[in-house]
């Protein structure tokens, strides 16, 4: 049922751009992606390192003038991401304390909504910055405990991903009507994505999801 949706909206997206003329105002793109994502945790004893994610989408840009543009989007892609805290083991005599380690996986697509703010043309080179919004949904997550006890819970994430983004990047010119893009976004989520319930060693800290992201792709 998934693909089937997604697969409908990447036809509609399709659609709408090869319905209508071509023009500077308006560039369709599409770009695969790499990220790196870690939880930033206040308490020294619990760990949040980044792992690598992946992911693809589409992009939609609309220009107000050579310069200024909004952007929107669909994004699908993989959050992975590690976190270690000391709990008590009741399962052992003792209670002893021991290091846990969850493996998060936490796949998602999302609507990104930027302005981005051109250069200007620098021989084939347009650089940019990118500021905005992104609001996301979870699809699957998959999540790993190192001991791998069954009272753990693997419901950990909040089904919804909210951040703020900002970024840098370039269009490079291929062909009057086709450009090369990379970009480089950071995303800060700003609402906490682990859930305090799931996760209890976590109820002091905002449990909040940042990521870098690398896009490259293509713009028509």
Same mark, same amino acid.
């Given at each position: 049922?998934?693909?089937?949706?997604?697969?409908?909206?990447?036809? @509609?997206? &399709?659609?709408?751009?090869?319905?209508?003329?071509?023009?500077?105002?308006?560039?369709?793109?599409?770009?695969?992606?790499?990220?790196?994502?870690?939880?930033?945790?206040e308490n020294e004893l619990l760990r949040g390192?980044?792992?690598?994610?992946?992911? @693809?989408?589409? &992009?939609?840009?609309?220009?107000?003038?050579? /310069?200024?543009a909004f952007s929107v989007g669909l994004d699908?892609?993989?959050?992975?991401?590690?976190?270690?805290?000391?709990?008590?083991?009741?399962?052992?005599?003792? *209670?002893?304390?021991?290091?846990?380690? &969850? /493996?998060?996986?936490?796949?998602? @697509?999302? @609507?990104?909504? %930027?302005?981005?703010?051109?250069?200007?043309?620098?021989?084939?080179?347009?650089?940019?910055?990118?500021?905005?919004?992104?609001?996301?949904?979870? $699809? $699957?997550?998959q999540v790993e405990y190192e001991p791998n006890?069954?009272?753990?819970?693997?419901?950990?994430? *909040?089904?919804?991903?909210? *951040?703020?983004?900002?970024?840098?990047?370039?269009?490079?010119?291929? %062909?009057?009507?086709?450009?090369?893009?990379?970009?480089?976004?950071?995303?800060?989520?700003?609402?906490?994505?682990?859930?305090?319930?799931?996760?209890?060693?976590? /109820?002091?800290?905002?449990?909040?999801?940042?990521?870098?992201?690398?896009?490259?792709?293509?713009?028509?």
């Open positions: 049922m998934y693909s089937s949706k997604i697969r409908n909206v990447i036809l @509609f997206i &399709v659609l709408i751009f090869s319905c209508s003329v071509r023009a500077q105002d308006y560039r369709l793109g599409v770009y695969g992606s790499t990220n790196v994502t870690w939880v930033p945790l390192p980044g792992r690598v994610g992946w992911g @693809f989408g589409f &992009v939609f840009n609309r220009f107000l003038n050579p /310069k200024n699908i892609a993989t959050l992975n991401h590690h976190i270690t805290f000391p709990t008590y083991d009741s399962l052992m005599v003792g *209670n002893p304390l021991i290091n846990v380690r &969850v /493996k998060n996986r936490f796949d998602y @697509f999302s @609507f990104p909504i %930027a302005y981005r703010m051109f250069w200007g043309q620098v021989g084939y080179y347009n650089p940019f910055v990118t500021f905005g919004l992104n609001l996301g949904f979870r $699809r $699957r997550q006890y069954e009272h753990f819970n693997r419901n950990i994430n *909040n089904a919804l991903l909210f *951040n703020f983004m900002f970024g840098v990047g370039t269009n490079y010119e291929l %062909a009057p009507n086709t450009d090369f893009f990379l970009e480089m976004l950071f995303n800060r989520s700003l609402l906490n994505n682990i859930k305090e319930t799931a996760v209890p060693e976590l /109820k002091d800290e905002q449990p909040r999801f940042s990521f870098l992201t690398l896009r490259v792709g293509l713009l028509f």
